[in-house]
């Protein structure tokens, strides 16, 4: 079965302050996704990580992939309370859909 | 920018009523599917389509579910005989060449 975990479940930080979010899974298909979601909306894509040791930024976010851990991190960097979301990771198996984990609720505090 | 459109955006409905949420996928995409939310829950897979027909289904789509792209733009998701626990929201995907997949807004449904 498809697992995909993701750790912690809730965060909350402040301002200018950096952390790390977690993602987990269980399958050999090495394609990682992150997703930001805003509360009552749709899913935007964030990142995809393809490959082993692949690392993509994006303003204060940034994504890396361990494939041999199975692991991806989200980073935040210097947060400011425009990030504040909801985060998934997901992975796609054989037949592509998406199996999400848990999801990271971040709330950036002034 | 093209993107994935979903209505209504949202749907009330007695239980026992059948409801159909539509969706227009990215124009040359090729994979679409469903995703659903049950509120404060993760995202779960419902089903994939390609080529008009189903590619996959999850256990949740049982024979209440169908999906149907009636014409070369719109793909619909049918509930023949909704349930309270059928409450929740819908969205629609559709899938590029590199594999990311495009969600709509959304179909908040609410079964009363």
């Known amino acids: 079965e498809l697992k995909v975990e993701q750790n912690p479940l809730f965060l909350s930080m402040q301002e200018g302050k950096n952390y790390t979010i977690y993602c987990n899974y269980s399958?050999?298909?090495?394609?990682l996704y992150w997703y930001r979601q805003d509360p009552g909306k749709s899913l935007e894509s964030l990142f995809v990580?393809?490959?082993?040791?692949a690392v993509k930024q994006e303003g204060r976010l940034m994504a890396s992939l361990d494939t041999k851990a199975r692991l991806s991190t989200l980073h935040i960097t210097a947060a400011v309370h425009d990030l504040s979301a909801t985060y998934f990771c997901?992975?796609?198996?054989?037949?592509?859909?998406?199996?999400f984990g848990t999801g990271t609720l971040l709330a950036v505090q002034p | 920018e093209p993107e994935v459109t979903q209505t209504p955006s949202h749907q009330v409905t007695q239980m026992g009523q059948e409801v159909i949420l539509r969706c227009v996928p990215i124009s040359n995409h090729l994979y679409f599917y469903w995703y659903r939310q049950i509120l404060g829950q993760k995202v779960e897979f419902l089903v994939s389509?390609?080529?008009?027909?189903?590619?996959?289904k999850s256990e949740i789509f049982d024979d209440q579910f169908s999906v149907e792209r009636p014409d070369g733009s719109n793909f619909t998701l049918k509930i023949r005989s909704t349930k309270l626990e059928d409450s929740a929201m819908y969205f629609c995907?559709?899938?590029?060449?590199?594999?990311?997949?495009?969600f709509g807004a959304g179909t908040r449904l609410s079964v009363l």
């Open positions: 990580l393809l490959s082993n040791g």
């Open positions: 997901a992975q796609d198996g054989a037949t592509n859909k998406l199996i």
């Open positions: 995907a559709s899938r590029d060449r590199v594999n990311i997949q495009y």
């Open positions: 399958t050999t298909s090495d394609r």
């Open positions: 389509f390609y080529n008009n027909e189903i590619s996959e």
